[in-house]
């Protein structure tokens, strides 16, 4: 498999945990009110696809892309805000943001379900390691 | 969780707790291991065991927390079968 499948591979990875996680969380808040509660929907990969409500954005405006302008506090000199303006907003229009947060999900989704910090960053550095060559790499077009 | 204590499997799920494991969740876990040796020693895809092992483990998930951990990795686990088997054409 080359680079681009292998990022597909990842993106739909983490796209099904996210998906059979909130339906095995549905699930079992309605076998059990008050069981275990371990998805956080809101910091989840499926939420940007969410027009309200759980049900699925339609419009096909501005799937995953910013609605609007990107903007920083003024804190330094021009220069610095204006770069850090123009890297977020970079990073926002051409979804590089959404491609860089694959890097942290399988940390979110191991510490979700409790387990112990170490394995969680052995893993999460094997895959953070892993999927930021692939991303250089299609980024360069190897 | 719900039990009908005095019909034979709620019987040996007692006595199996109080002479064997000592915890509930331990022979619960038992229960989702025997299944999975059950399909390893019938050489069955992990799909079929999967299929018994999920509503096993929803139940067990919603009643006792202590399974939150081994419940994410099979789920983890089956999310990474459907992502490989459903969207990829290998």
């Known amino acids: 498999m080359g680079t681009t499948d292998n990022l597909i591979v ?8 996210d998906v059979i996680f909130l339906l095995a969380q549905t699930s079992i808040s309605e076998l059990n009110p008050s069981g275990t509660q371990f998805y956080d929907y809101d910091n989840s990969f499926i939420k940007d696809f969410d ?18 302008e990107s903007a920083v506090n003024e804190e330094d000199s021009s220069f610095t ?11 926002d229009v051409t979804g590089l943001s959404y491609l860089i947060n694959f890097l942290g999900a399988p940390v979110i989704f191991l510490s979700m379900i409790g387990l112990p910090s170490l394995f969680v960053f052995a893993l999460g550095a094997l895959w953070w390691g892993s999927t930021l060559f692939l991303i250089i790499a299609f980024l360069l077009g190897r | 969780m719900f039990m009908n204590t005095t019909g034979s499997i709620a019987t040996l799920f007692q006595y199996a707790t109080l002479y064997i494991t000592g915890s509930e969740i331990i022979t619960l876990l038992s229960i989702l291991i025997l299944f999975i040796l059950l399909g390893l020693a019938f050489r069955l895809p992990i799909e079929v065991v999967l299929l018994i092992q999920v509503p096993l483990l929803l139940l067990f998930m919603a009643f006792y927390s202590g399974f939150t951990a081994t419940g994410g990795i099979i789920l983890i686990g089956l999310a990474v079968i459907f992502a490989l088997n459903y969207f990829i054409r290998r």
């Open chain 1, 10 to 17: 990842i993106l739909f990875v983490i796209l099904a945990v």
């Open chain 1, 51 to 68: 027009a309200g409500n759980q049900t699925i954005d339609t419009s096909h405006a501005g799937l995953a892309l910013p609605s609007g």
């Open chain 1, 81 to 91: 805000d204006m770069f850090k303006t123009g890297k977020s907003w970079f990073l």
